[in-house]
């Protein structure tokens, strides 16, 4: 692991979508995803270094509190990890290291966070499960808060092309629950 300043991070993806316009997402979310496997095994040592039972093990409410516990400390900021209509994985911040509220960006940005949260939670899900994660608010855009969602990739479809077709995520994730 090595540790990358806020200001680091956030003028490294200024600098990207400057310079490469719309492939900076592509590249940011190819680095997050390379670097979500030792991020998770970052998380069983923590977890282990502490006496908790490891990831795999971890009833839903502790993992949710041990997850924002290690993402904090981390620097990333804090998040809460929850469900939407039983449909998609909710991860919430109202402070994620990603983002840049004074970038008035038109969609959500965090998209080195979208990588490094598939691979992460995949791992998670086990069984080769694929797990695709969409940000559908950011503080990059003047959000309150990020807001990632995971799911199956038949319901990330869905919640995009409902919201291509100007519904909110949360209709959209209603309709499959």
């Known amino acids: 692991m090595v540790g990358l300043t806020r200001d680091a991070l956030v ?13 900076a997402a592509a590249y940011l979310q190819e680095a997050g995803y390379a670097g979500g496997g030792a991020l998770y095994h970052a998380f069983a040592d923590w977890s282990s270094s502490r006496g908790y039972a490891v990831p795999e093990n971890m ?3 502790e993992f949710q509190q041990r997850a924002g516990e290690f993402f ?5 900021g804090a998040i809460t990890i929850g469900t939407l209509h039983d449909a998609a994985i909710t ?3 109202a ?3 990603e983002s840049d ?3 008035a960006m038109q969609f959500p940005g965090c998209y080195l966070s979208a990588g490094m949260f598939a691979n992460f939670f995949g791992r998670l899900a086990g069984d080769g499960a694929q797990l695709v994660v969409m940000e559908v608010e950011c503080r ?5 808060r990020c807001r990632f969602l995971l799911g199956s990739s038949e319901t990330m479809q869905h919640v ?3 919201m291509t077709q100007g519904e909110s995520y949360d209709s959209a994730l209603e309709q499959m629950a």
């Open 95 to 97: 402070n994620w290291a």
């Open 91 to 93: 991860l919430d911040s």
């Open 72 to 76: 904090g400390e981390l620097g990333w």
């Open 101 to 103: 509220p004074a970038s």
């Open 11 to 23: 003028a490294l993806r200024a600098v990207l979508f400057r310079d490469a316009g719309g492939n």
């Open 59 to 61: 009833a839903a409410p």
């Open 160 to 162: 995009y092309d409902g």
């Open 140 to 144: 990059s855009m003047g959000s309150e």
